[in-house]
């Protein structure tokens, strides 16, 4: 499923590439706005422990895993990404405005789960979507393009949010109810913007399917999802869960800010630095994959991270904070698109629904003990416990990544630019 060769490019990127990235730059600026905050309006506004905040955290992830392996086999099946995309978002979309009616613990995480079902359920078919759209030389730069709008409007997203929470309540230590409220009417309107712009303007190439195919009814069964993959995929998949244990929720980061003293605006404010270093490193990083490998990119990433990890466990000073929290987003720019050009390069088109499913599945499925840990050694032995873990697992996953598994060959075809 190649893209057509008359084609006309936006920017010199693949149509679907380009408004898939719009639909991620909306969606991204109202989650921002209305999720990011969520475990300080947790401990601040309704007193959750951190235990409490991590489940919350671990089980939206976890819940989100689940779909994104069932909807990735599905579009496998089914032959239609761009439907489940669309009703993913959608789902998403309708579920936010019900954060306007949490008053506790419990409400916020039954919105949270239908907000990660929709996510669930859209990611694995709009990566597919992206793969299925371009050639194997330009996977990079176009998982790296995506991801760089995704962050683009996380940073816009938190930008707002700073704002709202200066005119608010400006430099107080703990989030107000009504700060948060303000801040959820903000994040709607763009996740509508965004279902609307996926539903015009991207255009499914459907692969070919034989008559055998095209009768096969979609059945799941879990012990077929693996067959047939490549066996650098399995290993992948294993080194994942081992360094995605020691990767706990975000959520344990903001709360390391507010531990160290910085206010609800400077959280706000450190948020758009990690967005924007995201930013800026997502294309480059997806770029150098094309042209030295996916494998050594990603292995890159994760050292950072362990180095990064470590600077949140030690650090004593809120500029060492502010520090941290950039070269967390240089992190994520490195490894977040990388990663899934990586799985790309394993896996052929009509398997990669259920692949990025599979892939996505294993890290969502992970965060739910990674954050029950972090929670429960922030709580018995300290806010700095968690990184330490974290650093540790992240070098194992490093040795076992360039241990085990090899690059994929790629070819580039004759007379590629």
């Not at 819940?63 to 032959?79: H, M, R, V």
């Not at 294309?283 to 030295?292: C, E, K, N, T, V």
């Not at 969502?364 to 968690?386: E, F, K, R, V, Y």
């Amino acid at each position: 499923m190649k893209p057509a060769a008359s084609e006309k490019r936006i920017m010199g990127f693949a149509p679907n590439v380009f408004f898939l990235g719009i639909v991620s730059f909306l969606t991204d600026i109202s989650s921002e706005i209305i999720f990011t905050l969520v475990p300080l309006f947790l401990a601040n506004v309704l007193g959750a422990t951190t235990t409490v905040i991590g489940f919350v955290g671990g089980l939206s992830d976890s819940t989100e895993a689940i779909f994104k392996i069932l909807s990735g086999y599905l579009s496998d099946k089914i032959n239609r990404c761009k439907s489940l995309a669309l009703f993913g978002y959608g789902f998403s979309a309708l579920s936010k405005p019900f954060m306007l009616l949490a008053n506790s613990w419990g409400i916020v995480t039954g919105v949270r789960f239908a907000d990660r079902v929709g996510k669930g359920v859209r990611s694995s078919p709009r990566d597919a979507l992206i793969a299925n759209s371009v050639e194997v030389y330009e996977r990079g730069r176009s998982f790296g393009l995506h991801k760089a709008m995704d962050s683009l409007g996380a940073t816009l997203g938190l930008g707002i949010a700073a704002v709202v929470i200066y005119f608010t309540q400006s430099g107080s230590l703990t989030l107000k109810p009504e700060t948060y409220t303000t801040l959820l009417w903000w994040g709607i309107i763009p996740a509508f913007l965004a279902v609307l712009v996926l539903a015009v303007f991207v255009k499914e190439k459907r692969r070919p399917q034989n008559t055998a195919q095209a009768d096969m009814k979609p059945h799941f069964n879990f012990r077929t999802l693996l067959s047939g993959m490549d066996s650098r995929f399995k290993l992948f998949l294993l080194v994942m869960f081992l360094f995605t244990l020691g990767n706990s929720s975000d959520y344990f980061v903001i709360l390391r800010a507010q531990d160290m003293g910085v206010s609800v605006l400077a959280i706000s404010l450190m948020l758009v630095v990690f967005n924007l270093t995201y930013t800026l490193i997502s294309l480059p990083a997806g770029l150098l994959s094309d042209r030295i490998g996916r494998r050594r990119v990603i292995a890159m990433g994760w050292l950072f991270y362990a180095l990064v990890y470590l600077g949140f466990a030690v650090t004593q000073s809120q500029i060492g904070i502010w520090i941290l929290f950039g070269c967390y987003g240089l992190y994520y720019g490195i490894v977040e698109g990388v990663a899934k050009a990586f799985v790309a390069d394993m896996i052929p088109p009509d398997k990669r629904g259920t692949a990025y499913g599979l892939y996505q599945g294993v890290v969502g499925l992970t965060l739910l003990p990674a954050s029950l840990i972090a929670g429960i050694l922030w709580d018995t032995i300290g806010s700095a416990a968690p990184f330490y873990f974290g650093a540790a697992l992240a070098l194992l996953a490093v040795i076992g990544l360039l241990v085990f598994i090899k690059e994929p060959p790629k070819k580039k075809p004759a007379g590629a630019a």
